[in-house]
């Protein structure tokens, strides 16, 4: 009995030094896990968001050596009524306007600060647009028409294979992914578990393998199309989307901060919602798409892709918001008038017919309630009418 209760306390002991082993060199992914499924969590949320680095991996983005370009204070503007009921309904964090290159307002909430590099999510897609129309016209990608699996042979036979570029640009690629922020078990959060744990999105995109319409035929928001564009830009060119990004968008606008990405467990961008800047360097980025891709005059992305992408080419239905390639526009849009969105609350909205820049940041938990996005583009066109 004796020698049988040794035997059991050594096993015991043996179990519980594999058991720590394992814990000290999983650690980090386990740190990460833990720190995704509590990422939306409300007494945690706002910090997160700030601090993106504590829960990915992530790979810097260089602001380059040009000087920090100025945005020069205009006269402070009056916000609308509502408007504080809106920053607190909304969890916002910043809200920065900008109009003729001056900062007409500039606020932060929630203990957050100027300095924070805040997680855009989807604002980011709005970027890989931008990159991408560059290399259109540098003649690296041939045409929008061309299929994705000629520059990513990984996504034949896969839900993929037959999307061209348009399509997945346009978000009607017809793959089946469920977008759901709120069910833990959505492809949208097994994606972000997936990241946490060191895996590849690129095998991740490869692996879908249902449909559930045509490319081209139905719009519907799938995010993991962006990524099949950044598979497309590395693809092509044989770079990383990180410095690509850094050379060819964000060194002639004199940002104020280094950037970041978070990126998968092989090192690449998380191209579809993994950027953060401070809003200042947010509203640097908008001003020059704004200005026809022009900033400092310096042509950074081609104006006529500017007017392309930022136009209603997705096929939604009707009384759908419009979608472009990677932005999105007002159902009632005016001439100019577009923007990029995140979930939780994350907007660059631009109005170009007032010269008008705004740049919103927040944690949201209820952003997914109806009407919560139709009530933020009115408060923005509210902002807009009070300068």
């Given at each position: 009995m004796r020698r049988a209760l040794k035997i059991i306390v050594r096993s015991v002991l043996v179990l519980a030094l594999v058991i720590v082993a394992l814990g000290l060199w999983k650690r980090e992914e386990i740190t990460r896990l833990l720190a995704v499924n509590s990422l939306f969590a409300e007494e945690k949320i706002v910090g997160n968001f700030s601090n993106m680095e504590g829960a990915f991996e992530t790979t810097p983005l260089?602001?380059?050596?040009?000087?920090?370009?100025?945005?020069?204070?205009?006269?402070?503007?009056?916000?609308?009524?509502?408007?504080?009921?809106?920053?607190?309904?909304?969890?916002?964090?910043?809200?920065?306007?900008?109009?003729?290159?001056?900062?007409?307002?500039?606020?932060?909430?929630?203990?957050?600060?100027?300095?924070?590099?805040?997680?855009?999510?989807?604002?980011?897609?709005?970027?890989?647009?931008?990159?991408?129309?560059?290399?259109?016209?540098?003649?690296?990608?041939?045409?929008?028409?061309d299929p994705v699996t000629k520059y990513v042979p990984l996504l034949k036979r896969s839900a993929y294979d037959g999307a061209s570029i348009r399509n997945?640009?346009?978000?009607?690629?017809?793959?089946?992914?469920?977008?759901?922020?709120?069910?833990?078990?959505?492809?949208?959060?097994?994606?972000?578990?997936?990241?946490?744990?060191?895996?590849?999105?690129?095998?991740?995109?490869?692996?879908?393998?249902?449909?559930?319409?045509?490319?081209g035929d139905t719009w519907q928001y799938v995010s993991i199309d962006t990524h099949v564009i950044g598979m497309v830009i590395r693809g092509a060119t044989g770079r990383d989307v990180p410095s690509l990004l850094a050379e060819k968008i964000l060194a002639p606008l004199g940002l104020e901060r280094d950037g970041y990405y978070i990126t998968d467990g092989a090192g690449a961008a998380f191209v579809l919602g993994g950027l953060n800047f401070t809003a200042?360097?947010?509203?640097?980025?908008?001003?020059?798409?704004?200005?026809?891709?022009?900033?400092?005059?310096?042509?950074?992305?081609?104006?006529?892709?500017?007017?392309?992408s930022t136009r209603a080419s997705a096929p939604t239905k009707p009384g759908q918001t419009g979608y472009g390639y990677q932005w999105w526009i007002p159902k009632d849009a005016h001439e100019g008038e577009f923007f990029a969105r995140g979930v939780y609350g994350q907007y660059i909205y631009i109005d170009r017919s007032r010269d008008v820049v705004i740049v919103s940041t927040g944690a949201d938990r209820n952003f997914r309630e109806q009407g919560v996005n139709e009530s933020n583009i009115e408060m923005f066109r509210k902002l807009v009418k009070f300068l």
């Open positions: 260089a602001r380059g050596g040009k000087a920090i370009s100025p945005l020069p204070q205009g006269g402070e503007m009056t916000l609308p009524a509502g408007a504080d009921q809106w920053i607190k309904d909304r969890a916002i964090t910043s809200l920065l306007v900008l109009q003729g290159g001056q900062i007409r307002h500039e606020s932060y909430y929630l203990g957050t600060a100027p300095n924070d590099r805040r997680i855009s999510w989807s604002v980011a897609k709005s970027y890989l647009s931008a990159l991408f129309g560059v290399l259109m016209e540098e003649g690296t990608i041939t045409s929008i028409d997945v640009l346009n978000m009607a690629s017809g793959v089946t992914f469920d977008e759901d922020y709120l069910d833990y078990d959505s492809d949208i959060n097994r994606m972000g578990r997936v990241i946490a744990l060191g895996g590849t999105l690129d095998q991740f995109a490869a692996d879908l393998k249902e449909s559930f319409a045509t490319p200042r360097d947010f509203a640097r980025f908008g001003w020059m798409i704004a200005q026809d891709g022009n900033y400092g005059g310096q042509q950074v992305v081609p104006a006529g892709w500017i007017a392309a």
